[in-house]
């Protein structure tokens, strides 16, 4: 085998090596994306229903349900326009109270439940999460808060 040939193997095995490791990497970025959708998103969009996601809008008014003896709470995520009903068994953040913005991560199931793993809540009066402050300003809902102190 000539020399030529044999550098040639080389730069073929070296770019074989390189594009699997290309591969691999975008796999294993993909399974690790999460995608935030609006209620509205999810009513009208095509959601996996295998893959987990970020849904956040305002806890609606008076959807929220405690169960007695188990740590789990039942609500619905609004964007004043559609609702998402969720389900979350863990400890609720102590922010966390009805028409307050809201982020849930988890996953959505076939029956249309939002199955929540983690809950993030606003940290401050005058604070909602982006994600869900730009789904409410595209919808036309957004209301600015009167009386913030600059």
């Avoid at 922010?95 to 199931?109: D, I, K, M, P, Y």
Wanted: contains cysteine; glycine residues 10%.
């Amino acid at each position: 085998m000539s020399r030529k040939r044999r550098r040639l193997y080389v730069l073929l095995l070296c770019l074989i090596g390189l594009g699997t490791a290309t591969a691999l990497t975008l796999v294993a970025f993909q399974d690790h994306l999460v995608f935030f959708y609006t209620p509205t998103d999810i009513a009208t969009k095509p959601v996996p229903r295998d893959r987990n996601l970020r849904i956040g809008g305002l806890v609606e008014v008076g959807s929220v349900e405690r169960a007695g003896d188990r740590p789990e709470i039942r609500f619905r995520v609004t964007d004043l326009e559609k609702a998402v009903p969720v389900v979350f068994s863990g400890v609720v953040p102590d922010l966390f109270r009805e028409g307050q913005g809201v982020v849930a991560n988890g996953r959505l199931g076939a029956d249309g439940i939002f199955r929540a793993n983690e809950l993030l809540a606003r940290h401050d009066e005058n604070y909602m999460p982006t994600e869900v402050a730009e789904a409410l300003k595209r919808s036309g809902r957004w209301q600015e808060a009167v009386g913030k102190g600059k």
